[in-house]
């Protein structure tokens, strides 16, 4: 329980696309608000995008709304991290995130975390 598995990250150009994925196991999945949070080199850890266990409720960070979607298929417990119109400020390790709720886990009230998949925007 609480294994959050993380994919999808790489190397894009500027206004290019990517899709992260987190696998969870079916209970995390079915229990827990999952998202995603983001460190970029030398700044502190921020929230980015998450999703109700049910999938009924998102919120995104300012800064990505508009660009990125958030979105779950219960039947493989996996939460997606859909980015558009990447910019380079957007480079940063990308963590999977579990939460009591969408409210708690916004918050940065997290229960589990993933490793980190690195997410690289060139100019």
């Known amino acids: 329980q609480g294994h959050l598995e993380e994919s999808g990250g790489g190397l894009v150009q500027a206004g290019g696309s990517l899709r992260l994925s987190c696998a969870a196991s079916e209970r995390t999945s079915n229990s827990y608000a999952m998202g995603w949070f983001r460190q970029a080199p030398g700044r502190a850890r921020e929230f980015v995008a998450i999703?109700?266990?049910?999938?009924?409720?998102?919120y995104y960070a300012n800064s990505v709304k508009g660009r990125f979607a958030i979105s779950k298929d219960n039947a493989k417990n996996t939460v997606y991290l859909q980015m558009n119109s990447l910019q380079p400020e957007d480079t940063a390790v990308y963590y999977c995130?579990?939460?009591?709720?969408?409210?708690?886990?916004?918050?940065?009230?997290?229960?589990?975390w993933g490793k980190g998949t690195l997410v690289t925007v060139s100019s």
């Open positions: 999703i109700s266990w049910s999938g009924g409720t998102t």
């Open positions: 995130a579990a939460g009591a709720t969408a409210d708690q886990a916004m918050r940065g009230n997290i229960h589990y």
